[in-house]
């Protein structure tokens, strides 16, 4: 890779210190809108330095939630802000492991295409980052990339070194770097400590890159004296040392960032005019900051219940929570999530009659199951507003046959291999995989919505087609249907169909207030300015309770 032979690219780089979950997915993406507002083509790249190939066998409870995009591939939770903050769809290049960077060199070196050389950590892995990074930059203006870990991992140095060489390789006007640091308040003493963020920007110095903004994370704004101490030490100009306070809502990220004329000096710093403004920037602008104002705290409240295991991890459920943001802000209302582990309504100590509404949503393995199911039925009984998501459904599915088809036992084989009802069963192209990882039904699949439902009404009404619609799925197991005529003539209505009829895609119950269930994920395509047709149903549902 030499000078001269690349396309003219504007990338900017974004690292984080002292301690992880700083925040620097919200700060890119929060960047990302910022810059999108200005009229630019915005894309947004997550480097995770994990050797796994991507996070789709992770454990939630470690990684958070596995975000899959609409072109099926399995990614980390920030790809799901990335699209969010910028309502823009994003595919498998936008996140790349050191996994599938080693994947990818290996493969090379075993077909002989390094023609004898050694094959090393530099020149080789670092080029292939390097040259992940530019064929995604070249497609946009500009192209914010975030690199996981934290400065001073051994795993991220391959990816900063990387960074570090596109400086001499695209020019010092075409990159800039931009590092997310902590800033601790000590309340027994009343001040904020710089030393972390010195050290941290030391490091990042040592290794050849020097931060061009240094972004604050703190509990509240750092006053001047603060950041002049930061300027000082960091070697950075103090219009470039940033705080980012903490805020009621991620929403509230980018507003905050404007007020301190961040997306201005990254702007200068690219050499790039301020403004390259056109009718859909501007509309985009609009909309999100009516999205912002409608986040204030309302009146009338609703309490939403996520049923599910690994509530101990919010973020294991990200997408499900920040759709029903979405959904609430859309309906006026503010909602608090109630999050409920379906071990405890397993033992009988969950309080289910606190909830307006319930979601039940995706998951793997046996644990909580049966909470999940005995939740649900709660739900069905007491015309509580309840939508189910994948496992949901199935769950929902399972008890419906118990308890109303009278299938004592009734289960999915996953859980049960020897069930005498198994309503649940392992899709045909799954049988006898050994692979786990990237080899479910994932991505964008077709759904053949059944007229006058509740469904096909949810959507029509958020100005969707009702006749078919696209959504993203992540699973093995289907509906068994051999007993899809038992649970409809016992009153479950089959409101979305593969389009050749043969797969579930949605289930309700009409006599119920708001009972719907969904094989696939429909809190990947909600958005803050576009909620999820079901998610909107489920909070107005809610409301009316």
């Known amino acids: 890779m030499m000078p001269g032979k690349i396309e003219k690219v504007k990338i900017v780089c974004l690292t984080g210190g002292v301690i992880s979950s700083l925040g620097k997915g919200i700060t890119a993406a929060a960047l990302g809108n910022l810059l999108k507002r200005r009229g630019y083509s915005i894309g947004i790249m997550k480097l995770d330095p994990y050797i796994n190939l991507d996070p789709g066998t992770m454990s939630p409870f470690q990684h958070g939630e596995v975000y899959v995009t609409a072109d099926g591939v399995e990614t980390d939770l920030d790809i799901g802000h990335y699209e969010r903050f910028l309502e823009t769809d994003f595919t498998k290049s936008h996140n790349v492991t050191a996994g599938q960077i080693y994947d990818s060199v290996i ?7 390094y023609l004898g050389k050694t094959v090393q950590v530099i020149p080789h892995i670092t080029d292939e980052i390097k040259s992940r990074i530019l064929s995604v930059a070249k497609n946009f203006d500009l192209l914010i990339v975030e690199i996981g870990g934290t400065v001073g991992d051994i795993e991220s140095l391959p990816f900063l070194e990387a960074i570090r060489q596109l400086k001499r390789e695209i020019g010092q006007k075409n990159i800039a770097y931009l590092h997310l640091t902590l800033v601790p308040f000590l309340e027994t003493t009343g001040e904020f400590k710089t030393k972390p963020t010195q050290h941290s920007v030391a490091s ?7 931060p061009d903004v240094v972004l604050c994370r703190s509990k509240k704004n750092l006053d001047e004296e603060v950041r002049e101490k930061i300027s000082l030490f960091g070697d950075v100009e103090l219009e470039s040392v940033v705080s980012v306070p903490d805020v009621s809502s991620i929403y509230n990220v980018p507003n905050i960032l404007k007020e301190s004329g961040f997306d201005i000096r990254v702007l200068e710093l690219l050499s790039l005019p301020l403004e390259k403004t056109n009718e859909s920037a501007e509309k985009f602008g609009k909309e999100w900051d009516k999205f912002a104002s409608s986040l204030l705290p309302h009146e009338e409240k609703i309490r939403v219940g996520i049923v599910g295991k690994y509530v101990g991890l919010h973020d294991a459920y990200k997408s499900v929570a920040e759709a029903v943001v979405h959904a609430s802000a859309k309906k006026n209302v503010s909602s608090e999530l109630v999050w ?14 606190q909830l307006d509404a319930m979601i039940v949503p995706g998951g793997f393995g046996e644990r909580g199951v049966e909470g999940k199911i005995t939740a649900i039925k709660y739900a069905r009984e007491n015309s509580l507003p309840f939508l189910g998501i994948c496992l949901g459904l199935q769950c929902a599915i399972t008890e419906f046959a118990r308890n109303v088809c009278m299938l004592p036992g009734a289960h999915s ?3 049960d291999e020897e069930t005498k009802y198994p309503v649940i069963h392992i899709m045909d192209a799954q049988k006898g995989l050994k692979q786990k990882g990237g080899t479910m039904r994932l991505g964008v699949y077709p759904c053949r919505l059944r007229k006058n439902t509740i469904a096909s009404m949810a959507y029509l009404k958020a100005d969707y087609s009702e006749e078919e619609v696209f959504e993203r799925h992540r699973h093995r197991y289907e509906v068994n249907n051999a007993y899809r005529d038992r649970l409809a003539e016992n ?3 089959f409101s979305g ?4 009829g043969l797969l579930v895609e949605i289930i309700e119950l009409p006599k119920h207030k708001y009972f719907v269930a969904t094989q696939f994920h429909p809190e990947f395509r909600s958005r803050p300015t576009s909620p999820h047709p079901l998610f909107l149903g489920l909070i107005e549902a809610a409301i009316k309770k």
């Open 107 to 113: 493969r090379r070196e075993r077909a002989g295409d």
């Open 204 to 210: 990042l110095r040592e290794i050849g890159i020097h």
């Open 340 to 353: 409920i582990d379906s071990e405890a309504v397993e033992r009988g100590i969950a309080d289910l009659a």
């Open 413 to 415: 084989v996953e859980f």
């Open 491 to 493: 009153g479950m209505i």
């Open 497 to 500: 169909l593969s389009p050749d």
